[in-house]
């Protein structure tokens, strides 16, 4: 049974990730200038690690084809303890 997914086809968070994604979130436009408008790009989760990637919105509409893999490379590939990703041009 695969992971559960939301509309947009990424995976559902945890209460105690989103609480995190949220928190980071509410950092960044708290204490850099107005003038820095950051856009949540990427989450990921594995065993341990939450891992949110931010961008500049001026920089966002020239990423495209972003393509994020969880690989199990752990304890004999049976946990997902590592994870790798790429962005493609």
Not at 13 to 42: G, K, M, N
Request: net charge positive; with cysteine; glycine share 8%.
């Amino acid at each position: 049974m695969g992971k559960v997914k939301d509309a947009y086809g990424h995976e559902q968070l945890s209460s105690a990730y989103r609480s995190w994604r949220d928190h980071f979130t509410q950092c960044i436009e708290t204490y850099l200038p107005v003038t820095d408008h950051y856009v949540l790009l990427h989450t990921a989760s594995l065993v341990g690690l939450f891992t949110c990637i931010f961008v500049k919105t001026t920089y966002k509409v020239k990423i495209r084809d972003l393509e994020a893999k969880e690989i199990k490379l752990g304890l004999g590939g049976l946990h997902g303890n590592k994870v790798r990703a790429r962005c493609l041009r």
